[in-house]
């Protein structure tokens, strides 16, 4: 299982980027996927998650800025808006993933990270 993430990039403070993440490979079914960021040299927080049913979790910070959406069985989106200096981070997709085969056992696999900057 890949997950390829894109978007990100830099905006002025108050802006909007994208953020999205693809994943592929033998995959059944995927119950959740998620954005962290980076805050620390060995520290990912949180920052918001949607699970196959649709129900979503945003960490404080984010809520009411940012939307988390899946447009595809295997992928993710989040749109961010009025973005802050205190946003600037890598970003990277995660995904709890049953993989084909492995009955109902649940793997977390990672993209790779996708750099957002905002400037004030």
């Known amino acids: 299982v890949q997950l390829q993430a894109s978007g990100g990039g830099s905006a002025q403070a108050g802006g909007s980027l994208t953020v999205s993440c693809a994943a592929s490979g033998m995959i059944f079914a995927i119950p959740s996927m998620g954005w962290f960021r980076q805050v620390a040299e060995n520290q990912r927080e949180l920052v918001a998650r949607?699970?196959?049913?649709?129900?979503t979790y945003y960490d404080d910070s984010v809520k009411g800025r940012f939307t988390i959406s899946r447009p595809g069985k295997n992928t993710m989106s989040m749109q961010m808006n009025n973005l802050k200096p205190e946003d600037t981070a890598v970003y990277y997709c995660?995904?709890?993933?049953?993989?084909?085969?492995?009955?109902?056992?649940?793997?977390?696999?990672w993209g790779q990270g996708t750099q957002v900057t905002v400037s004030s």
């Open positions: 949607i699970l196959s049913d649709g129900s």
């Open positions: 995660n995904a709890l993933v049953h993989v084909t085969g492995s009955g109902r056992a649940e793997f977390g696999y």
